[in-house]
């Protein structure tokens, strides 16, 4: 299991920039959270270091009381030292939840995600474009099409009834998307064609169901 990040380092990624998640620390603080996942360094000067999604994760997540500095480096952390933990925290919503948070809470960490990934993608790119998905986006389709939608507006599916419903398909780089009314599923995949997909309407063979087929757009 991954440990969870050090109080130091939640320290840091809480003071990252709300929008665009850029860093500040020493080099080592800001390389050990490259090493693990939470942040990554531009490649173009001055070279600053972000937030990756996961770190935006880890920023959204409801934190416990921050515990006192960790030791020195070398220095043993002493047993009963609490540990936040990194997992928990934001996901978009593909649709078909049991239970699942509403509300303007809802909204701002939505937004915060959203605009989170906007950078990423900008901070990938050597055009600095945020039109296309970013890698990040390709491993993650579900989610990243399902953060598309959320952000725009439209209604997830809760566990029976209406709303979109993200799922995977056998397609590489490809999801389906589902929504029982038709100008809803029209709607959602014109928000995916917005947000850098490529989409096309589709017939579920056994059931007549349409169901748009959304891939991220490379060019």
């Not at 003071?15 to 080099?27: C, F």
């Not at 925290?89 to 948070?101: M, Q, W, Y």
Request: charged residues 25%; glycine residues 10%; contains cysteine.
């Amino acid at each position: 299991m991954t440990r969870p990040p050090t109080a130091a380092q939640l320290r840091l990624i809480e003071a990252a920039d709300p929008v665009t998640g850029r860093l500040r620390g020493t080099e080592t603080q800001l390389a050990a959270l490259v090493k693990r996942g939470l942040a990554f360094r531009h490649p173009r000067p001055p070279r600053d270091h972000f937030l990756t999604p996961a770190g935006h994760r880890v920023r959204e997540a409801p934190q416990d009381p921050v515990p006192p500095p960790a030791a020195p480096d070398g220095v043993a952390e002493p047993s009963g030292a609490p540990a936040a933990a990194a997992s928990g925290g934001f996901s978009a919503r593909i649709g078909g939840e049991e239970a699942a948070a509403s509300g303007p809470a809802r909204l701002r960490e939505v937004h915060s995600a959203w605009q989170g990934l906007l950078e990423l993608r900008r901070m990938t790119r050597t055009d600095g474009a945020t039109d296309r998905p970013c890698a990040w986006e390709r491993t993650h389709l579900v989610q990243a099409a399902a953060l598309a939608l959320e952000a725009a507006g439209h209604r997830p599916a809760a566990a029976e009834g209406g709303g979109y419903r993200v799922r995977a398909t056998p397609q590489p780089e490809a999801v389906a998307v589902h929504e029982p009314d038709p100008a809803a599923l029209r709607a959602c995949a014109a928000t995916l064609d917005g947000a850098g997909w490529q989409t096309g309407e589709h017939t579920e063979p056994r059931t007549g169901a349409r169901y748009v087929l959304a891939s991220p757009r490379r060019a």
